[in-house]
């Protein structure tokens, strides 16, 4: 695999990553609710969720999924379900008042946020697709092992620390008081952004 390949891959993978999709919804509002240390919990399972799809399509998942639609289309039935189950609660919730100061002592540990993190990541197998795809055309066949596990690692960095970024920017004082200030119809506006999302994922 040559430099300019790897390089390919990696910048292929950070603009995929910075698009806005359900992640970066749920990443904007723990930042804004939670605050920036949970934010950064799921910023790493971001990371890791992104490596194991990448690791999936080395391992030939995106292949699997051509052999065996119905796989496919049952994983992505049960990803864009929970999406839309985050959705469904936060509308339930949009009303709640919230006390910014303490909802940063509220129990999403790290550790949570981290699975939290991996599991919304986990709901969209149409990453393992977008890696097979560009692992196809850029990462060719007998690639040394070490090779890969630095790509996949590079992956995990990629995403975790634009997802960090994401956290900082949205956990700042001014932004967290803007959304106190209109929790109702921003909770409300993020639940029908991830319906959406969740629907898409399931029904395309």
């Not at 998942?61 to 936060?90: D, H, N, R, S, T």
């Not at 919730?93 to 599991?119: C, I, N, V």
Request: one cysteine or more; proline letters at 4%.
């Amino acid at each position: 695999m040559t430099t300019a390949a790897f390089v390919s891959v990696i910048l292929i993978h950070l603009l995929a990553a910075m698009s806005p999709g359900p992640s970066f919804v749920v990443c904007l509002r723990i930042a804004v609710t939670r605050g920036f240390r949970t934010a950064v919990g799921l910023a790493v399972g971001f990371g890791l969720g992104a490596a194991l799809w990448a690791v999936a399509a080395l391992a030939g998942l995106a292949l699997l999924f051509e052999l065996v639609p119905g796989l496919f289309l049952a994983l992505k039935i049960v990803g864009g379900a929970f999406l839309m189950w985050i959705a469904v609660q936060m509308w339930r919730h949009a009303t709640e008042p919230l006390d910014l100061e303490a909802s940063t002592q509220e129990a999403m540990t790290f550790a949570r946020a981290l699975r939290f993190g991996l599991l919304t990541f986990a709901s969209n197998p149409k990453t393992a697709v977008f890696f097979g795809a560009v692992f196809v055309g850029l990462v060719p066949a007998g690639t040394p092992l070490a090779t890969l596990a630095l790509l996949v690692t590079a992956i995990f960095i990629n995403e975790t620390l634009w997802y960090i970024v994401v956290a900082r920017l949205f956990s700042l004082p001014q932004p967290r008081r803007a959304y106190v200030r209109a929790k109702a119809w921003t909770d409300r506006a993020f639940g029908s952004f991830l319906g959406l999302f969740g629907l898409k994922i399931a029904l395309t």
